[in-house]
Structure formats: C-alpha cells, structure tokens
C-alpha cells in the first residue's frame, strides 16, 4: 500500500503509517465474524496450538487465546507487530514470514489473512505452510478475490459523473496494488496450489461483505482514498473535489459500491 507521503513501503501494509490502527481496525470489523465462523467450524479449542500471521491488530489472535484456554498457546507474527494487544496466552513476535525462521514446534491451527496475497512467495509459502501442521491441523488463509468489478465498481444508481469517478479511483487502486505485487486473483488459485502438492481435504468458503455507504468496507475504501490523495491527485485525472465527491458517497448509506470477495481457502491435514 502507498502511504500519504505516496512512497511504496516493501510489502502490502505498512504499520507504522498513522492510518494503521484505522485501517486494521476496519479490516477486522468488515472480516472477523466471518474468520471466527470458519475457525468455530474447525473445532478450534481447549488445549489448541495457534499460530496466526500478520497479525495485524491482534483482535484474531485474541480470539484464538480465548478458545484454546489456559492449556492451549498463540503464537502472533507480523512484521510490526505494534498493534497486537499484551495477552497472557498470546505470544507477540516481530517476524518475517518470508526469512525468519519458523517457530516450533508444529501448529493445530495456522492462520494468514489479507497477507500471501502481498508476499511474493507466496505458492511456496501455502504449501510449506500445510507442511508446519500437526497430524489433523487446519490451514486457513484468506485474501481479497479482486478481480471482481470488470462491470460496474458502484452497485446503486448514480449518475454519470459519480460512476467515472468511482470508477477512476477503483482503477487507480488495482493499478497501484498491482504495483506493489500484490497478486489479485491468488485466493481464487490457493486451493489449486494445495491440491497440486498433494493434498486433498481443501474446501474454500466465498465471502463479500456489504457496501452500502458509512459500512466497514466503504469506510475503508474511504480512508484509502486520503492516504493516496497526494499519487491520486498527482498521477491519474481525478482532482481533489473528485475525492471529495467519493468520500461523501462512501458515507451516504443511499450509495453502494461493489465490493471484492473473499476466499478463505480451509486445508486439513491427515490425522
Ligand atoms: C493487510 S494486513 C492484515 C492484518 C490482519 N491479518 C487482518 O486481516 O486484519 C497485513 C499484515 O501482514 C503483515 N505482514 C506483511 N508482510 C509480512 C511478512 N513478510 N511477515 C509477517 N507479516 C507481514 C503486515 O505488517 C500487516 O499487519
């Protein structure tokens, strides 16, 4: 992601922007309820070895630490992991998936959402990944399925201007994502990477959240529009009332725009 000064920071989020705690804070509310419903339906329990990457502002780690229970242990991981709350049972690393070595031992339960998606190796990551499980762990990892909005970036009537500009600054987002190699499509491929490795219980659960203006996911697509307005304003035709008619659209609970799904891709490993 571009931060307001418009420079590229080396991978997707940074969390040192001052956006941060916003920005994760609306991440988890347009998300979590749907993670904890998949994690729930893993049985995720008393006694669990958790490990979850990219933890972002820990409200998933913190969950994890309530299920698992006084027996059980979390691991969170994140490059910078500032915003992960102290927790008795949660264990806080600042860790590069990528380079660092993994901790030990083997996992019940890994978690990565909104992170592979960023990371280049991320083929070899997935499936090294299912291979830190322990007999019958579970792999969960979810990320934005953008390649959705081919036909219209606003699902609600709006008029001409509206639409061109929605649709300039949707494009420009892709564009600029797409810069940062983030891989638009890899959680419609996650589960065919999985497979092709050789394993064979991999189920994937779609999931898009509402777009109505003043939602998560507007609030969101609003606020990335302040910290890109400098790269905005400077590198595609939108102007500084062009954002303002965005943001007020993305407040305005008459106005929607289409949203990306989610795929979060669940791999159980042989008992
Ligand atoms: C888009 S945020 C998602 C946060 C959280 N998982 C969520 O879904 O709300 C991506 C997170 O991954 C972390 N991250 C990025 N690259 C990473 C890496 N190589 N190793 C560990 N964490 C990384 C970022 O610091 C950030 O907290």
């Not at 339906?41 to 913190?62: N, P, T």
């Not at 499980?133 to 934005?144: C, E, H, Q, Y």
Request: net charge negative.
């Amino acid at each position: 992601m571009y931060t307001a000064t418009g420079k590229q920071s080396q991978h997707g989020f940074d969390n040192a922007a001052p956006e941060a705690p916003e920005q994760l804070s609306l991440l988890s509310e347009i998300l979590n309820r749907h993670t904890f419903g998949v994690l729930t339906d893993l049985g995720v329990g008393h006694g669990w070895r958790c490990w979850d990457i990219g933890a972002g502002d820990g409200s998933v780690a913190r969950w994890m630490a309530a299920r698992v229970g006084m027996t059980g242990h979390v691991v969170a991981s994140d490059l910078k992991p500032d915003h992960v709350p102290g927790h008795p049972r949660i264990e806080t690393i600042q860790h590069d998936i990528t380079g660092d070595p993994w901790p030990e031992p083997e996992f019940d339960l890994i978690h990565a959402r909104l992170v592979l998606m960023h990371l280049a190796d991320r083929e070899e990551l997935a499936v090294r990944l299912a291979a830190h499980l322990r007999p019958g762990g579970a792999l969960v990892l979810t990320d934005w399925y953008c390649g959705c909005a081919t036909e219209g970036v606003v699902a609600s009537p709006v008029d001409a201007y509206t639409e061109r500009v929605c649709r300039l600054y949707h494009d420009a987002v892709h564009v600029l994502s797409g810069k940062t190699g983030m891989d638009m499509v890899w959680a419609s491929r996650t589960a065919g990477v999985l497979r092709a490795a050789g394993h064979t219980d991999v189920s994937v659960e779609d999931y898009q959240a509402p777009g109505q203006g003043g939602t998560p996911t507007a609030r969101l697509a609003r606020l990335h529009s302040v910290m890109l307005e400098p790269y905005l304003v400077s590198q595609t035709d939108l102007t500084v009332d062009d954002l303002a008619v965005i943001r007020e659209n993305l407040l305005d609970p008459e106005f929607e725009m289409v949203t990306n799904h989610t795929y979060t891709t669940v791999l159980r490993a042989p008992k």
